[in-house]
């Protein structure tokens, strides 16, 4: 055997294996890769729009949040100032019930010192007009001094 002649078969078998990998092995596993590829750049791509939008949720749950604190604490503002005011509207109630339960008393108390006046004329005239019939010893007849008693009356 001439070492020449089966180097040259070697070689020409070896470049005849390389073109059969190239054409029928290689294909198919570059293509596996770079699919394999893309999915993995995909996912990567996923994920950094899943950690976005996990930001942003987490933002705007944030400003919903505090929205939220805001709007309870304008309620809360609204509920002391509406309470301030009932609290306010009872105070003026009340004082104008007492103040209206004052004046009925105080008319009462006036219509019942008119009325102890005037009872208090009557017994101090029939008692001036007993005193006056001790005195005089004899009957005083009420009806021919009648103007007299009005009189009297008025004066006290």
């Known amino acids: 055997m001439n070492i020449n002649a089966t180097l040259l078969g070697q070689t020409i078998m070896f470049a ?6 190239m054409r029928f092995v290689w294909p198919p596993i570059t293509n596996a890769m770079g699919e394999r590829a893309k999915k993995i750049s995909d ?33 809360i503002s609204q509920a002391e100032h509406r309470a301030s005011q009932i609290v306010e509207e009872a105070k003026n109630s009340a004082k104008e019930e007492g103040e209206r339960l004052l004046s009925g008393a105080k008319a009462e ?23 006056a019939e001790k ?16 009189t009297i009356r008025s004066e006290l």
């Open 43 to 75: 996912g990567l791509a996923a994920g950094e729009r899943g950690k976005t939008e996990l930001e942003l949720a987490t933002k705007r749950s944030l400003e919903i949040l505090h929205e939220a604190k805001q709007k309870a604490a304008e309620v």
């Open 109 to 131: 108390i006036e219509q019942e010192v008119f009325r102890a006046r005037e009872s208090l004329r009557d017994q101090v005239a029939s008692l001036a007009v007993a005193g």
């Open 16 to 21: 005849m294996f390389v073109w059969f990998c």
């Open 135 to 150: 005195i005089l010893r004899q009957e005083i007849d009420a009806g021919k001094h009648a103007e007299l008693l009005k």
